[in-house]
Structure formats: structure tokens, C-alpha cells
């Protein structure tokens, strides 16, 4: 078998047609067990790193309402837009979820909110 060189296989790449490149792909990922996938893991590596650093979706999770139940409530009828009486009944549970599946920065204006009323707060 007569050695090619770099520039004969480049020439070959160049004139290909895509089904032909295909083919070869699929020839030599069946002939050295390999595959064409990496540059997709390469692609997921940034959004490990994302996920490391901390959830981007959490829940807001009132677990005391502290010496100020009515100021609390008012701010949970303003943040769910529930009615007076909907959002008492929500702050006489705690713990009870506040707002779920929002943004990290959402879920600290919440809480930021909720514990100036007064109220102790989880983000999970």
C-alpha cells in the first residue's frame, strides 16, 4: 500500500462530496471504535461548570412568619397576587412554598422583601 501524504488527503477532503465525507466518518468510527461526538462534549463543559456553582432555578419557601404576621402577609398578597385571605392562608402554613421554579436573582428580591416584613426565608 503506497503512503499518503498530508496533502493528498486534503486534496481528497477538498473534492469530496458530503456524502462521501459521511461515509468516511462512518468508516472510521466503525474501524477505530471512535466517534465524532466531542466536540459536543466540549460544548457541555461551560454549562457543568454553570451547574456546579449553584442551581439557576429555586423555590422560595416561607418557614417563619417572625412578630409581624400581618405585614408578612401583605407582602406575600403582593408578590403571588393572591387575595387577603388566600395569602393568610398561605403564611398560616409554614413552611409553605412562596413562588417555585424562579430565577436565583428573582428569589432574592423575594426574600429580601419578606424578611424586612419580617419573616424568616429558605431558597432552596
Known sequence: MAKLSHDDILAYLEEASILEL???VKAIEE??????AA???VAAAPAE?????????VSVILSSFGE??????KVVKEITG????EAKGVVD????PIKENI?????EEIKKKLVEAGATVEIK
Open 82 to 85: 393572591l387575595g387577603l385571605v
Open 31 to 36: 474501524k477505530f471504535g471512535v466517534t465524532a
Open 103 to 107: 430565577g436565583v436573582e428573582e428569589a
Open 39 to 41: 466536540p459536543v462534549a
Open 93 to 96: 402554613k409554614c413552611p409553605s
Open 22 to 24: 459521511n461515509d468516511l
Open 49 to 57: 461548570d454553570g451547574a456546579a456553582a449553584g442551581p439557576s432555578v
Open 68 to 73: 409581624s404576621k400581618t405585614a408578612v402577609i
